[in-house]
């Protein structure tokens, strides 16, 4: 399925498992020619991490490596790339168990092995989250057996090798929702923005880390947004004091920004966008650029899988839709998750509605650049003067 509609151009899409594939994080490993998708998932029982190659000129994506990073897990993982040629994951395995491991990649991608493996938590470690504090330092946020949900600093040396420093506990809770935890590093500071849903209701908060690696829970805030069984949440930063949340509970989606106050790093509302009916385990956010200019992602009611475009206002961070929804699949199921390729293109990945494993390569221009819509082949004018073109000529879209 191939189309251009305002602002997005879905150039390829391809299947690279015909299993179940679940729960996927994706992202970028190497630069310019080099540039490849790497992404971690659930595959009928066991993690895997696949690498792929994309055509320059074309972006038809290729298989290079398919590697499983563990035995069985029931959560979704987490990995940040180091450079382009080593990753960190954090991982439930075998027993549930909560696990760090540190792998290589060829130069080629063609061929990932394990360097060590550090088991954080043995009991339970699930729905991990984790970001670089610096280059021998990381942070990991997970939910244990007690359904509480716990960040700790893990340490890796110069052979990327694998120890354990300062742990604190975020939420002491009966239960929360698997895979609703979200972590994001804020700019160059040594804090981090949490999300995750609890029993009943959404959470958004603050962690710093001091000289010494040493954790502190700054702040713990409940939204406005109600969770229920299902429920969902993610963050991205729009700046260093501004974080934007999505956030699926209850049935209905929300998206809502908050600002981060100086040395205190208290979290407060700005703004709030209701956008609408969706099915459980389905959203993503991308930060486009730093003009305020997001892409979210997710399956509607009729699990539909959507993009849309989104503005952030930075003086006022009012969130507004900038144009309509674009469809690029019309049966998605579980998580989704996006990555930018390069200044022009992002890639989706997700699983159908049978769970097959897919990957999508698009365009994107957002509104603050100019975009033309196709309506019935024709390109309307693109925006003058910050006047945007209209969406739609006598009701046609």
Not at 277 to 287: I, Q
Not at 299 to 315: E, M
């Amino acid at each position: 399925m191939s189309f251009a509609f305002s602002q997005f151009t879905e150039i390829t899409q391809m299947e690279h498992d015909s299993g179940l594939s679940l729960y996927v994080v994706a992202n970028t490993i190497g630069t310019g020619t080099d540039e490849h998708v790497i992404i971690s998932y659930y595959a009928a029982g066991t993690p895997r991490m696949k690498t792929f190659s994309v055509n320059q000129s074309t972006y038809v994506v290729t298989e290079t490596e398919t590697y499983a990073f563990g035995t069985a897990t029931t959560s979704r993982a987490d990995f940040f790339v180091i450079d382009s040629t080593h990753v960190i994951i954090a991982t439930e395995d075998s027993g549930n168990d909560g696990w760090v491991k540190t792998l290589s990649v060829s130069t080629d991608k063609a061929t990932i092995a394990e360097i060590d493996a550090f088991e954080h938590n043995g009991t339970k470690g699930l729905s991990h989250e984790i970001e670089q504090i610096d280059a021998t330092h990381y942070l990991i946020m997970y939910s244990d057996t007690d359904e509480d949900v716990w960040a700790k600093v893990i340490i890796i040396d110069g052979a990327f090798n694998i120890s354990m420093g300062d742990s604190i506990e975020i939420l002491d809770a009966t239960t929360m929702q698997l895979n609703s935890n979200s972590l994001r590093r804020r700019g160059a500071e040594d804090e981090y923005v949490f999300s995750y849903v609890g029993t009943t209701d959404t959470y958004i908060g603050t962690i710093s880390v001091d000289v010494s690696y040493n954790l502190t829970l700054e702040d713990n805030i409940v939204t406005s947004i109600i969770g229920s069984y299902g429920s969902l949440s993610e963050i991205e930063m729009i700046d260093d004091t501004h974080v934007l949340l999505s956030a699926v509970g209850d049935g209905v989606s929300i998206l809502e920004t908050f600002s981060i106050h100086g040395t205190t790093f208290d979290l407060t509302q700005t703004d709030s966008l209701y956008t609408g009916a969706l099915t459980a385990h389905a959203t993503a956010l991308l930060k486009w650029d730093a003009l305020g200019n997001f892409i979210w992602s997710w399956a509607d009611g009729d699990s539909d899988g959507q993009w849309r475009g989104y503005t952030i206002n930075l003086s006022t961070y009012a969130i507004t839709a900038v144009d309509n929804q674009v469809e690029y699949d019309p049966t998605t199921l579980g998580m989704i998750d996006m990555a930018r390729y390069n200044t022009t293109h992002f890639l989706t990945a997700y699983p159908s509605a049978t769970g097959d494993g897919q990957i999508s390569v698009a365009t994107y221009v957002p509104p603050s650049t100019g975009w033309a819509h196709t309506i019935n082949g024709v390109a309307s004018p693109t925006s003058v003067s910050g006047v945007e073109p209209p969406t739609s000529v006598s009701g046609v879209e």
